[in-house]
């Protein structure tokens, strides 16, 4: 498959002060916050500059069943990446012994989970 990494998800335990952090120290602009109700969390986007790698900060408050105690060292949430076509792409992944773990939809977006052989959820969109 053909894809395109877009950006990072950083797992974060304070979505405003993780927020503050990278743009008021390292200047980085919000690009975009939503709430996932899917997940029970926060997300937040940030570049540092138009068109470059975006970090994606995702927050999963108690009761999400995504929140875990925050380790130091454990925070990166997933890497995301671009395809061309997501069910082709997921039907691909499948055959490779990479089933989908989660599907997700939002108002006008989809996206799905995957997980590379150590565990760690790649995001296709």
Known sequence: MKSKLTYTGIRVKNID?????YVKLLGMKETGR???????????????????????????????????????????DHLAFHVEDLDKALEEAAKAGHP?????????????Y????????IELF
């Open 34 to 76: 939503s709430k996932i109700e899917a997940a029970g969390g926060e997300v937040v986007s940030l570049q540092s500059e138009p068109g470059g790698h975006e970090i994606e900060l995702n927050y999963y408050p108690p009761g999400s069943k995504f929140f875990s105690n925050y380790v130091a060292g454990e925070g990166l």
């Open 17 to 21: 002060e993780s927020v503050d952090f």
């Open 114 to 121: 995957i997980q590379d052989p150590n565990g760690i959820y």
């Open 100 to 112: 989908a773990v989660l599907e997700m939809k939002g108002q006008t977006s989809r996206w799905a």
